[in-house]
């Protein structure tokens, strides 16, 4: 399996901006799926979106399209999360997680092989 850090987070004011990166350690990095998903205090952990291996294909939570954009480049052992417009309700613990099975089980967000330990978000109003 692949380590994996997160970091970027941090506090920003409603209406800005930010882009969290997860690098992985491990030469097959560029073979694993991988995702991001957020839990808010006191809520469900839930999917945010994910990415294939090899980058061409991607999905995006539906509320948040438009919004937040998933990205990897696999030279530089990285998957990034550009959140742009960025509400209140954005404020969670931002994980990634990473597989080698097909990207639907990354959306599923059950079983994976690999998670990070999180980076926090929080958007004031």
């Known amino acids: 399996q692949v380590q994996l850090v997160e970091s970027g987070g941090g506090l920003v004011q409603a209406g800005g901006s930010l882009r969290l990166s997860c690098a992985a350690s491990g030469r097959t990095f560029s073979s694993y799926a991988m995702g991001w998903f957020r839990q808010a205090p006191g809520k469900e952990r839930e999917f945010v979106a994910a990415i294939s291996w090899s980058g061409g294909s991607t999905y995006h939570r539906d509320s948040l399209k438009g919004r937040f954009t998933i990205s990897r480049d696999n030279a530089k052992n990285t998957v990034y999360l550009q959140m742009n417009s960025l509400k209140p309700e954005d404020t969670a613990v931002y994980y990634c997680?990473?597989?080698?099975?097909?990207?639907?089980?990354?959306?599923?967000?059950?079983?994976?092989?690999?998670w990070g330990q999180g980076t926090q978000v929080t958007v004031s109003s």
């Open positions: 997680a990473a597989d080698p099975g097909p990207l639907v089980k990354v959306v599923a967000g059950t079983g994976l092989g690999s």
